[in-house]
């Protein structure tokens, strides 16, 4: 990948300036044994049962509260898998090819959590760059190479909104959070 002045390339180093104003608010505390299964997951990132599947089998986004061990397990994905694969979508309806999104994929795992919610992914099309500065972002346009931006911190807020009224799972519990008082006597009467 090409970089900028003022802007990385995913593939290299991470810079160490912060977003500022942009995103100024404090970031809620995630529950690492708290997660989502594979039909709310696609809800909240908006893809299909299979586009979920196929990233999970393929290694580009898998689930890391609880992986699938065999047929009947369900998987368990945390918000910040829900994040990755909604930034993934956004980033695969622009035109960002697969192999771009790898590399794009492999190094937001490198960050954590709240480092994520504090960049700005940018492409031109054929690569995809990391700003964590508005002047970064102004650089980059400036230059002529960025033509469209995602504000991870803002798919944060969106993936947030959405999962608030989804239910949950834990990763040691076998069955679902219930959401309705039916859902609760249907789990109380499977043996």
């Given at each position: 990948?090409?970089?900028?002045?003022?802007?990385?390339?995913?593939?290299?180093?991470?810079?160490?300036?912060?977003?500022?104003?942009?995103?100024?608010?404090?970031?809620?505390?995630?529950?690492?044994?708290?997660?989502?299964?594979?039909?709310?997951?696609?809800?909240?990132?908006?893809?299909?049962?299979?586009?979920?599947?196929?990233?999970?089998?393929?290694?580009?986004?898998?689930?890391?509260?609880r992986p699938a061990t065999g047929s009947g397990t369900h998987r368990?994905?945390?918000?910040?898998?829900?994040?990755?694969?909604?930034?993934?979508?956004?980033?695969?309806?622009?035109?960002?090819?697969?192999?771009?999104?790898?590399?794009?994929?492999?190094?937001?795992?490198?960050?954590?959590?709240?480092?994520?919610?504090?960049?700005?992914?940018m492409s031109d099309g054929a690569s995809v760059y990391e700003c964590?500065?508005?002047?970064?972002?102004?650089?980059?346009?400036?230059?002529?190479?960025?033509?469209?931006?995602?504000?991870?911190?803002?798919?944060?807020?969106?993936?947030?909104?959405?999962?608030?009224?989804?239910?949950?799972?834990?990763?040691?519990?076998?069955?679902?959070?219930?959401?309705?008082?039916?859902?609760a006597r249907r789990a109380r009467n499977v043996v």
């Amino acid at each position: 990948m090409s970089g900028t002045e003022g802007s990385e390339a995913l593939a290299g180093a991470v810079p160490q300036s912060v977003q500022g104003l942009l995103f100024g608010e404090e970031l809620p505390e995630l529950d690492a044994d708290e997660g989502y299964r594979g039909p709310t997951a696609c809800r909240a990132a908006g893809i299909t049962y299979r586009q979920l599947d196929y990233w999970a089998r393929t290694g580009l986004v898998e689930p890391t509260v609880r992986p699938a061990t065999g047929s009947g397990t369900h998987r368990l994905y945390s918000f910040r898998d829900i994040l990755v694969l909604k930034v993934v979508k956004r980033l695969l309806d622009t035109g960002v090819s697969l192999q771009q999104i790898r590399t794009a994929v492999t190094h937001l795992r490198e960050r954590g959590v709240e480092d994520l919610a504090q960049i700005t992914l940018m492409s031109d099309g054929a690569s995809v760059y990391e700003c964590t500065s508005a002047d970064e972002v102004i650089d980059l346009v400036q230059g002529g190479q960025g033509v469209f931006g995602i504000a991870v911190g803002r798919v944060w807020r969106e993936v947030e909104g959405t999962l608030a009224e989804l239910p949950t799972e834990r990763a040691e519990d076998s069955t679902p959070a219930v959401a309705d008082e039916l859902a609760a006597r249907r789990a109380r009467n499977v043996v």
